[in-house]
Structure formats: C-alpha cells, structure tokens
C-alpha cells in the first residue's frame, strides 16, 4: 500500500521541495521506489504489457489527403476516431530529422545537472515554461515515476523562458503541429460529415500546451505507473514517443499497447471533441507503464485546445437529431479547464459531468 493521507503530505511536500525530480532519486542510486509512489492493489493488479487481443492501435497513411485518396483517409480516421478513439500517423510530413532532434532535446533538458533544471522548477505557468515532477502531486492517492517540461506554445509566452537547451527543436516542433494539427483537424471534421474548416474556424487549435515527458529507469515497475489512467480533456493531442514503449489505452475493458511505429506520431480524441461530436468520436482512458528498462522512454504531447474559453461549446447542430438528441449540455471552457485541474488524474474524464 502507499502512504495514508496523514503520513504522505510531508514526504510529498519534501519531494517537492527538493526540486530533484523522478531523475533525482534515480540519480541518488536508490534501489526502491519512496512510498509516495507506491500505488494501492487496484491500480497495481492489471499492470504489465498488454495480453495478445484482436484490436491494434491502426497506422493511417497520410500521403493521400491532397489528392484523390483523401476521401479513403477521412474514413480511416473516422473509423479509428470512433472505435479505440488512438491512432498513429505515417508520411504526415514531418521530416524524420526534426522528431529525432525533438525528442533528443527533450532528452538533453532532463539529463541536465538537477541545480539548472531547479531554476524552473515550478507548478505555475507565469512565464508559460516549468518543469516538475506530477502536475496532480498534491491530489493524488499516489506519484507517478516521471518528470515533466511544460511549454505554452500558443499564445506565445516569452519564447526566451523556454530552456537554451531546447529552444530552437521546440519552436520548430511547434510549426509542425500547427501544419500537421490543421490537416487532422481537417479530416476529423470531414470524418463527421462537417466542412474541413469547422473545427479551426471554432479556434480549436489556437491554445497548444506542448510536455515533454522523462520517464527514467523505475527499479520497482510494479509498485508504480508512469502515468495514471486519464482521459485527454482537450480537442486533440499530438504524441511524438520514441521506441522504448509503455503507452496503453483502454478498449473493452482491456489495455492495448500502443507499440511505436518508426516515424510516426500518435493522434488522439480529447473529451471537448468527444462532446462537439456528439459521442460520435471517443476520448479514451490510456496510460503509461513504469519504465523497466535502464534506457530512459522520452515523450512529447502536445495538447490542442480553443482559445476562447468564453466560447459556449456544446454538441455540433448538424449532428442532433430526433433520433439522436444533444448527448452533451452546452458550457464554457474556463468552466471545464477549472474542473479538471481540481482533482487527481486518476480515472480523469468529465464527460458524464456535462451529459444532458
């Protein structure tokens, strides 16, 4: 069992404090998870690699969207937006060179002396960059075995907060997204039967949070998680992963294995989207195993959301019907974003809080 609320609030607030990071105790030669992160028996009983089953995350080929195949593409993604709600894409563009060097700087922030890494260590976003160690440390039952580099990429912050280290693979990075973002976007849209245009005309890849995960060797992988269970609260998140592996979604009641494909990136439904598309998309529980291997596994998501969070969101017109009514009751974002940020990431999902 993990510690009890009453003895876990000083050594979490003593971890925070020490601004060390997952990579700092890994650093510190430990050869045992601290109890804050041992994690109780019902989130530690369906742990390990995915049993064999018959669903597989599908890999879309995205070379045929400007031409006469687009219409074959919009179906395959729709067809994976509405079932296991994750897929990866190949041929999207991104030339390999600028992955690579994305998740090598992502790398070479977190494999920095612990002191310069401190200096932003931080659970604001004043400046729109901060580095630390489980945004929901203090709500959750237990800590996740990961460190995290947050960037608001848009709205721009100060671009010169960003870490030298990084800066200029993360502002590259970033115009990928915004292309490739407004393609998927594009046949998203398409895939429910709306314009290409519906969901960027809606600013819904105006707000971009980009993290870049560090997951180091875990000496005890079945004590902990690397990430817990959650739902994406957003449009849609964009996930470069490198080849370590450890990424899981829910499908059935069971975990499947989002095995990386070389070069390509990994597209998932967020729960704003699952709403606009009144159920027709889904926004699906996944997660991230501890790392059992002495490589670390290196991740950079980024999280596409509306800019106008006084916006009224709510399901798309063109898709109530008397057979199929609004499945959602209409809300702000400010008001979704406040809620989320409020509890633990376990179980996270707020789509039974907005049902109609």
Not at 127 to 133: H, L, M, N, P
Not at 169 to 174: A, K, L, N, T
Request: contains cysteine.
């Amino acid at each position: 069992m993990g510690v009890t609320d009453t003895g876990r609030a000083p050594e979490v607030k003593q971890f925070d404090e020490s601004k060390l990071g997952v990579k700092g105790l890994v650093d510190s030669g430990l050869t045992s998870i601290p109890p804050l992160f041992i994690h109780p028996p019902e989130t530690l009983s369906d742990l390990g690699p995915a049993r064999p089953s018959s669903y597989s995350i599908p890999t879309i080929d995205l070379s045929g969207c400007d031409s006469g195949h687009r219409p074959s593409v919009v179906e395959e993604v729709g067809r994976a937006a509405r079932g296991l709600g994750f897929f990866q894409v190949v041929n999207h563009g991104v030339p390999a060179e600028v992955l690579d060097r994305t998740i090598a700087a992502v790398k070479a922030f977190h494999e920095q002396p612990a002191e310069v890494k401190a200096r932003i260590y931080r659970r604001e976003m004043e400046t729109g960059v901060a580095f630390f160690s489980n945004l929901d440390l203090f709500h959750s039952k237990a800590a996740s075995w990961r460190d995290t580099l947050q960037i608001r990429l848009e709205p721009k912050g100060n671009m010169e907060e960003i870490p030298e280290v990084c800066r200029n693979e993360v502002m590259e990075w970033d115009q990928e997204v915004w292309r490739l973002g407004g393609l998927l976007m594009g046949l998203l849209s398409e895939g429910l039967g709306l314009s290409p245009g519906k969901l960027q005309e809606l600013t819904c890849l105006e707000t971009r949070v980009m993290v870049g995960n560090y997951y180091p060797y875990c000496p005890q992988p079945n004590l902990t998680v690397g990430l817990m269970s959650h739902t994406d609260p957003g449009v849609i998140t964009l996930l470069l992963q490198d080849q370590v592996g450890g990424l899981q979604v829910k499908h059935d009641n069971e975990w499947v294995d989002v095995t990386p494909v070389p070069g390509a990136l990994v597209v998932n439904i967020g729960d704003i989207l699952q709403i606009m598309s009144n159920d027709e998309y889904k926004s699906v529980d996944h997660r991230v195993l501890a790392n059992p291997n002495q490589e670390p596994r290196v991740s950079v998501a980024v999280f596409c959301n509306p800019s106008n969070r006084e916006n009224e969101f709510r399901p798309f017109p063109e898709l109530i019907s008397s057979d199929k009514p609004a499945a959602f009751r209409q809300f702000n974002l400010n008001e979704y974003m406040r809620r989320f940020f409020t509890k633990e990431l376990e179980g996270k999902s707020l789509i039974n809080y907005f049902r109609a």
